[in-house]
């Protein structure tokens, strides 16, 4: 029997989380170990020598580092449930949104470091980035490929969900609006609604708490 695959993580990880909704959906036996990020395992450092960041997915002894990167190579390993469409012109629109959720989906991150003028100026440009998505990127399909989640929805699921939770954290209103975003607001009800994604969520108040303290160390009490 081939070597069970290996997850290190924390929780509650963004990016972890997009590993382990890939390999719920195909459902892949994996062990999960816990990483102390205050004081990195020797498993993690021998493995991801260059960022020394989880998530890293251990197949065999041999790593894969960078979520999304991870996500696809599950995909190519275990062709069950795709993730990826088959149609080349689908792939790379499919390959097109993710990038954007790399590149842009940073914004949240910056929200959540971030007062002042800068906090003002992330959040405008995480609405910038949602308004782009709901006018661009779904249209008036159920998920981003249609009518089953792909890896587009998935790293964006972990750019939603966690912003939902980081703009309570923060307390300066609402950023994700379903008035103002009615087509991402049904998509991520429908992400959360597939079976596989909801028994795999981190519990929201419990991500609330964590995240005000973790923000309140970074940049102090409003």
């Known amino acids: 029997m081939a070597e069970q695959p290996k997850l290190l993580g924390a929780l509650p990880s963004p990016f972890v989380y997009r590993v382990i909704w890939a390999l719920k959906l195909k459902a892949i036996p994996y062990e999960f170990i816990e990483e102390d990020l ?12 260059v960022h020394k960041k989880i998530p890293v997915f251990l197949h065999g002894d041999k790593p894969v580092c960078e979520s999304m990167i991870i996500v696809e190579y599950i995909d190519e390993v275990w062709p069950q449930n795709p993730l990826l469409p088959k149609d080349p012109y689908e792939r790379a629109l499919a390959r097109f949104w993710v990038k954007f959720a ?62 939902e ?57 409003a």
């Open 38 to 49: 205050t004081n990195k395992s020797p498993l993690l450092l021998k493995y991801n020598p």
């Open 102 to 163: 790399e590149d842009k989906g940073t914004a949240v991150w910056r929200m959540f470091r971030s007062k002042g003028e800068e906090l003002e100026k992330t959040m405008k440009e995480t609405q910038e980035m949602l308004q782009t998505v709901e006018e661009h990127g779904i249209g008036e399909k159920k998920f981003f490929g249609g009518e089953s989640i792909g890896i587009a929805d998935i790293a964006f699921g972990s750019v939603v969900y966690w912003l």
């Open 165 to 221: 939770v980081i703009e309570e954290a923060v307390g300066k209103g609402a950023v994700f609006e379903a008035h103002r975003f009615p087509r991402l607001d049904a998509w991520i009800k429908n992400f959360k609604q597939v079976p596989v994604i909801k028994e795999n969520l981190p519990e929201r108040d419990w991500m609330v708490t964590f995240f005000k303290n973790r923000r309140e160390a970074l940049v102090g009490s």
